[in-house]
Every structure is written in C-alpha cells, then in structure tokens.
C-alpha cells in the first residue's frame, strides 16, 4: 500500500509524544471508563479464567483473591500512575528520557515495544480461534508452541493487519471503537455466565455454590499444572497489569485525563474484566471439560461458539481487538522513543507487523500467566524509577530527572536500578524458588531504593546562593 | 433521532441478555437463544455507531 493512503486516514492526527497534553485535548472520566472497559474485557480474559480453572485453584480462593487483587490494582492506578500523569502530562517514553537518559531509554523502549508485540498477538491469536470457526481451522492445543497449519498462519496475518490499521489512527480512534464495542461485549460475559451455569445444572443458588466447588472450581489441577492458591489469585490480579500502574505505562493514557480521580475509573474495567470475564470465562470452559473430558484443544473462540453461538464467537473476536489495539498503539509510542522522527503512524504499521508474526505461535496464549507476569516485572522497575524521581528528588536530596537536569544522555542511578532489580528478582526465583507472581511487590522497593541511594550520590541537591 | 436510535440499541442489549437469562429458567432453547443472540448483536453494532461517540466529537 502506498504511502499516501497511510497519510490520508492519519491526517490531523497529533499524539503530543514530546510536549505536554494542552487543555483543550484533556479528557474526562468518560472516555476512560469506555477505554479501561474495553481494555479490562479483552481476548485475553477468554484465556486466563480458564487456565485458573486448569491450575485448580478453589472457588473461595478465587472470589476472594480477586475482590482484594482488583482492589490493590485500582489503588495502584488511582494513587501512584495518575497523580504523576496528571501533573507532568507527558508520555512514559519522554518522561523516563528525562529522568534516565536517551541511551537507556533506548533499551528499555526496545524491550517494552517487544513485550507490547507480543501481548498484542496473543490477542490476536485468541481472535483468531473464533474467525477460523467457519473456515474450519484446526485450532491449538494446550501443549502446542508452533503453528499447526499453514490456514492458521493466514488467518492471524489477516487479522493483524486489520487491527493495525485502525491502530494506526492513533488515541482518538481507539477510543471511539472501545466505547461502540464495550456495553456489549459485558454483556456476552454476563451472558456466558449464567449460561454456562444452566448448562451445568445450576437451579438455585445452594446449587450454583455445590457446582462452584465441587465443578468449576474443584482445587484439582489438570494433569502438569501446578495448583494455585488464594494468594496466586490476589497476586495474579494486582500485577496482570503491573507495566501499566506501578510499572507507569498508563502515564501516556492518563495524561489526557482531567483530574488525577480518573486514574480510578481503571476500577469498572477491572471489576468487569478481570473479576466477571474472568469467572464466566472459567465457567465456559468447565462446561467445555465436561463435554469434552479428554480434549486437549484450547481455543476460546470455539468454547464460546458451543455455547453462545455466533454471538460468542464474534464476542472473542472484538475482545481480542479492542485490547490488541491500544496494546499496538502503546508499543508504538515505545518505538517513537528510539526513533523520534520517524512519524507515528509508520512505527505502528511496523508494530503491527511484528505483532502479527508473534501471534502465528500458540505458546503465547498457553502460556499466557507466566508471559503477562514476565512482562510486567521486566518493565515495573522504570515505573519505580519514575515514582521514585517525582516524589523522593526534593525530600532526599538529589536532582529531579538526573539526565536532563545534567545535560547527559546516560543516567547510571536509572540503568542499575533496572538491572540490579531484576538480577535481585531472578535471585529470588532462582536460589529461593519464589514464583514470578510473587517477585513485582519486593521487586519495586527495592528499585526505589537502589535509585534513591544512587541518585543521591550521582545527582546531588546543590543549594543556590540566593538561600 | 438519537433518541430512536439509543432505544434501538438499547433493544439489541436487552436481546443480548434476556434471552439467556430464560434459557437459565428454562423458558427457551438453547438454539433459539443463540439466534436472538445473534440478532441483539447485529441490532447493536448498526445502532450504537450513530450515538455513542457523538457526545465528544460535538
């Protein structure tokens, strides 16, 4: 496709990567109510309420763990991401260049845009279980890592470069097709819920409690899984989206936002998302393990199919796209760091493009837990960074961003806190058998601690001869 | 306009919940269900287009 038709639909398109959001452009809850319920009700809850299911974890253990999980994510956004999005209005990208330098930003840009790539395309491959239905596409299975046809590959290539596109025209758009998308799309989730409770034979609320136990949620794990338990769960949901909170990548969404409050209404989307989607997506698949007691298949379009029809199937499909979406235009934004004359609207078509190869490969869905809970912990130090800068520089004494207030292109305090963060973390995992759920909250102080220790001594507070 | 058009989608919702919701009382079949699904769904993604946008492009 020609150049020309890329510019045609980015046209009047501003993004502001470099200045701060002006007071004409600023938003109000609304927008993001739609944005995060759209965003918190993705292809990828069609995933992860099963796999809860596969790793036997107990009905109680669940509820419970995600009405605390849930709640400690929205605190995360409401009092650490949104008052330092709405104070500095700048984008995640540009604010860490300034704290840490370009060459390190660099790195981290690198490594963010690879993991947004991929989150994407596992929603992309979610989506792509449910289009395969009427073309009678194989789908994958729990234990598959590879591409099993050469029609799988096809169908997800296609689909990536449709959610491209509509990527590719930036905030505004994204916005608009999650707000269309959105009340509908809640209320298929609702709708496979008590759905998939009738077909399993619930009539009365003791019932539903007997099958929530003793079906559902048994506290039996399919055969090679390990089990979770109630602190999995409470983990689980406070740091499925740790790169977006205390890792701060919500700073480029919420800098839009009117008042830092808006950084709490994440809460519709998270409570809809990742409490109902994720326990009505584990009741699709408990009904689709009774009819299929041996099957190994794994593909959310096709359990939803059976049991909701095309509604369903379709319901996958805009799942997966309206958080694939915001995921590409984010990783977008990720690239722009590193090459910032390149326009907007060309690093997401490369985006796109990676994202879309990603999504050919299965293993990004079945291992999905352990993917989101990497990604987060690998970008959650420079979050800790930013917070560290913005609330600790005055009370402790060094300079606020150390790169751009020394007129340097390298901050060591920045880069070490990263590495040695996540060498502390890898420690962690490696000599004490701490599981990567458990690693973002220790993990965070100790980033906080390892850059206020090392900016104090780097970028020291010098006091003015005026005082 | 915008009024018959919220109300329009407004039914394409309700024909995207109500009909499970008597499948679970065991008012209706399951196939019936999923073609009213169905139908709730086209209902809604003609209609809601037109209204639920308009607000922040005025």
């Known amino acids: ?467 | 306009m915008k009024i018959l058009l919220k109300l329009i989608s407004l039914v394409g919702l309700a024909m995207s919940i109500f009909p499970p919701i008597l499948f679970f009382l065991g008012k209706m079949e399951l196939s019936s269900m999923k073609l009213w699904m169905g139908i709730g769904m086209v209902v809604w993604m003609i209609s809601a287009p037109f209204w639920i946008n308009k607000p922040s492009e005025q």
């Open chain 1, 1 to 467: 496709m020609s150049n020309r038709f890329f510019k045609k639909i980015v046209a009047d398109t501003n993004e502001y990567e470099r200045t701060p959001i002006p007071e004409n452009e600023l938003k109000g809850n609304k927008s993001f109510l739609g944005m995060y319920a759209g965003e918190h009700t993705a292809g990828t809850e069609f995933v992860i309420g099963p796999l809860f299911v596969a790793h036997g974890v107990g009905a109680l253990d669940l509820v419970l763990g995600l009405l605390i999980g849930n709640f400690l994510a929205v605190l995360s956004w409401g009092f650490i991401t949104a008052p330092i999005a709405t104070a500095k209005r700048l984008t995640l990208y540009y604010q860490l260049e300034r704290i840490a330098g370009k060459n390190v930003v660099r790195w981290y840009n690198l490594v963010n845009a690879l993991m947004f790539c991929f989150l994407a395309g596992s929603m992309i491959a979610v989506s792509a279980t449910a289009v395969g239905i009427p073309f009678d596409l194989e789908m994958p299975t729990l234990n598959d890592w590879l591409p099993r046809t050469p029609g799988w590959i096809i169908t997800v290539l296609l689909m990536g470069a449709v959610i491209t596109l509509v990527a590719i025209q930036g905030y505004s758009q994204v916005s608009k097709f999650a707000n269309i998308m959105s009340p509908w799309m809640i209320l298929v989730f609702f709708a496979a819920a008590i759905v998939g409770l009738a077909q399993l034979g619930v009539n009365s609320f003791e019932s539903m409690v007997t099958i929530a136990q003793e079906v559902i949620w048994n506290g039996v794990p399919l055969p090679g899984m390990s089990r979770f338990s109630i602190w999995h769960i409470i983990f689980f949901a406070w740091f499925c989206n740790m790169a977006m909170h205390i890792g701060m990548s919500d700073l480029t969404i919420l800098r839009y936002a009117k008042s830092w409050k808006s950084g709490f209404s994440v809460f519709a989307g998270v409570y809809l998302g990742h409490f109902v989607a994720w326990i009505a997506s584990g009741i699709l698949y408990a009904v689709f393990l009774q009819a299929n007691a041996d099957s190994q298949e794994f593909a959310p379009g096709q359990i939803a199919y059976q049991t909701l029809g095309i509604a369903g199937a379709v319901c996958v499909i805009i799942a997966g796209w309206t958080t694939a979406n915001p995921t590409i235009y984010r990783a977008g934004l990720a690239l722009q760091g590193i090459f910032p004359k390149v326009p907007t609207w060309k690093i997401t078509a490369i985006v796109g493009g990676i994202t879309s190869l990603a999504a050919c490969f299965p293993a990004l869905v079945m291992k999905l837990l352990d993917f989101v809970a990497l990604y987060g912990l690998l970008l959650m130090p420079m979050g800790a960074v930013i917070f560290a800068d913005f609330y600790f520089s005055k009370k402790m004494g060094f300079k606020a961003e150390g790169a751009l207030s020394s007129g340097s292109n390298f901050s060591l305090p920045a880069l070490l806190s990263w590495v040695l963060t996540l060498g502390f973390c890898l420690g962690l995992n490696f000599f004490y058998g701490v599981e990567i759920f458990f690693l973002g909250l220790p993990g965070w102080f100790v980033a906080v601690a390892i850059f206020v220790m090392l900016s104090k001594i780097n970028y020291p507070q010098t006091k003015s001869l005026a005082a």
